[in-house]
């Protein structure tokens, strides 16, 4: 029997093949294959030809509304968007950086995002680039309660409102959301040791909701609408086998067992365990095959330094992200993990990303001398 064949898909500007490495992704129901139907680059030179007529901000704003981009000027705070190289690669890296491009894994279009243009550039279209826009949203972000991630798990509406209680709703303060987060991570650890699925981890954030919900009805003397918050809780753990009587019994661990066991992989030798260097040794031997990975190390400082600046960013207040890798967090090969040089796909997927090499600086030079 004869299998279909995958379709290969072609820019439509340029006939360029498409894939990850040249290709934006785009909502579904935007397009059949989930990838635009352009090239970057053919996009990019879309935004460079509206950009020399009306200026760099109003093209973008066009740009994203022709392509189903989401418009979100936030991403772009710490960027000189008006004098940088590759501005429309800028932006889609900003966006693809700072995950506001998707949400719950699914890709964003441009009704997510800014979509009027007065909206943006004032009445009149007085304000010429996003800086305006930029200063109102940073005010507006600096105003909500919460961090991001607590605006993004627990949501930013009333909590609860009880009926025909007008102004006692249960708003999300900063202490409903350390309230939220506390309960969620009593109920996470008493699952300590076992693989969570996502549908159980969303069970566990409702039902930390109407913990905290039933919490505060105790409070206004609400003691019937409590209650039967209670016993919704015990109905929704029970409907995914996740109450305390539901545990499967833990089976007996024999020790003698287990030292065979260890014994057997060369992890202990006559009933003692190997020193911390000798483990490594061993598990470097028996599990690690190098090259293990099929790029360079600076793909491993690129991760490190995108870590460290989501760190930066959610602090509170915000610092500014770094551009450089001090040389006390650059990775080094010990085990000859990675490729010694940037393979041609890696260095693809830069161009792509508009990002170069880390630069590694070394902090410590001249303090010992």
């Given at each position: 029997?004869?299998?279909?064949?995958?379709?290969?898909?072609?820019?439509?500007?340029?006939?360029?093949?498409?894939?990850?490495?040249n290709?934006?992704?785009?909502?579904?129901?935007?397009?059949?294959s989930?990838?635009?139907?352009?090239?970057?680059?053919c996009?990019?030179?879309?935004f460079?030809?509206?950009?020399?007529i009306?200026?760099?901000?109003?093209?973008?704003?066009?740009?994203c509304?022709?392509?189903?981009?989401?418009?979100?000027?936030?991403?772009?705070?710490?960027?000189?968007?008006?004098?940088?190289?590759?501005p429309?690669?800028?932006?889609?890296?900003?966006?693809?950086?700072?995950?506001?491009?998707?949400?719950?894994?699914?890709?964003?279009?441009?009704?997510?995002?800014?979509?009027?243009?007065?909206?943006?550039?004032?009445?009149?279209?007085?304000?010429?680039?996003?800086?305006?826009?930029?200063?109102?949203?940073?005010?507006?972000?600096?105003?909500?309660?919460?961090?991001?991630?607590?605006?993004?798990?627990?949501?930013?509406?009333?909590?609860?409102?009880p009926?025909?209680?007008?102004?006692?709703?249960?708003t999300?303060?900063k202490?409903?959301?350390?309230?939220?987060?506390?309960?969620?991570?009593?109920?996470?650890?008493?699952?300590?040791?076992?693989?969570?699925?996502?549908?159980?981890?969303?069970?566990?954030?409702?039902?930390?909701?109407?913990?905290?919900?039933?919490?505060?009805?105790?409070?206004?003397?609400?003691?019937?609408?409590?209650?039967?918050?209670?016993?919704?809780?015990?109905?929704?753990?029970a409907d995914?086998?996740?109450r305390?009587?539901?545990?499967?019994?833990?089976?007996e661990?024999?020790?003698?067992?287990?030292v065979?066991?260890?014994?057997?992989?060369?992890?202990?030798?006559n009933?003692?365990?190997?020193?911390y260097d000798e483990?490594?040794?061993?598990?470097?031997?028996?599990?690690?095959?190098?090259?293990?990975?099929?790029?360079?190390?600076?793909?491993?400082?690129?991760?490190?330094?995108?870590?460290?600046?989501?760190?930066?960013?959610?602090?509170?207040?915000?610092m500014p992200?770094?551009?450089?890798?001090?040389?006390?967090?650059?990775?080094?090969?010990?085990?000859?993990?990675?490729?010694?040089?940037?393979?041609?796909?890696?260095?693809?997927?830069?161009?792509?990303?508009g990002?170069?090499?880390?630069?590694?600086?070394?902090?410590?030079?001249?303090?010992?001398?």
């Amino acid at each position: 029997m004869a299998t279909k064949k995958k379709t290969e898909l072609h820019c439509h500007a340029c006939n360029a093949p498409l894939d990850d490495s040249n290709c934006r992704r785009v909502p579904s129901d935007f397009s059949y294959s989930g990838y635009s139907a352009y090239c970057v680059d053919c996009e990019a030179a879309f935004f460079d030809r509206l950009a020399s007529i009306e200026g760099r901000s109003i093209a973008l704003f066009h740009t994203c509304a022709a392509l189903n981009i989401p418009l979100k000027p936030i991403v772009l705070d710490s960027v000189d968007f008006e004098n940088c190289d590759e501005p429309f690669r800028t932006y889609i890296t900003a966006l693809s950086m700072s995950k506001k491009g998707t949400k719950r894994g699914k890709v964003l279009g441009f009704e997510s995002g800014c979509t009027a243009l007065q909206e943006v550039f004032g009445k009149g279209l007085s304000h010429k680039d996003f800086a305006a826009y930029i200063d109102r949203e940073r005010t507006k972000i600096g105003k909500l309660q919460g961090t991001v991630e607590q605006r993004e798990r627990w949501g930013t509406e009333p909590l609860y409102e009880p009926p025909g209680t007008k102004g006692s709703a249960l708003t999300m303060t900063k202490e409903v959301y350390e309230d939220l987060d506390r309960v969620y991570d009593t109920r996470v650890s008493a699952f300590k040791g076992q693989d969570l699925t996502p549908q159980q981890l969303s069970v566990l954030v409702r039902v930390s909701k109407k913990e905290v919900i039933a919490d505060f009805l105790m409070r206004k003397g609400l003691t019937k609408a409590a209650a039967d918050m209670e016993k919704s809780i015990s109905a929704m753990l029970a409907d995914e086998n996740m109450r305390p009587k539901d545990k499967k019994p833990v089976e007996e661990v024999r020790i003698d067992a287990l030292v065979l066991a260890l014994e057997e992989a060369g992890l202990m030798e006559n009933g003692d365990l190997l020193t911390y260097d000798e483990l490594i040794e061993v598990l470097r031997d028996r599990f690690i095959k190098a090259p293990k990975y099929e790029y360079s190390l600076d793909v491993a400082d690129q991760t490190l330094l995108y870590i460290i600046n989501a760190m930066r960013q959610n602090a509170e207040p915000p610092m500014p992200p770094i551009q450089e890798l001090s040389s006390e967090f650059a990775h080094e090969d010990i085990y000859g993990e990675f490729e010694p040089e940037e393979t041609e796909r890696e260095k693809e997927n830069k161009r792509y990303l508009g990002i170069t090499k880390v630069n590694i600086v070394d902090n410590k030079k001249g303090e010992e001398e």
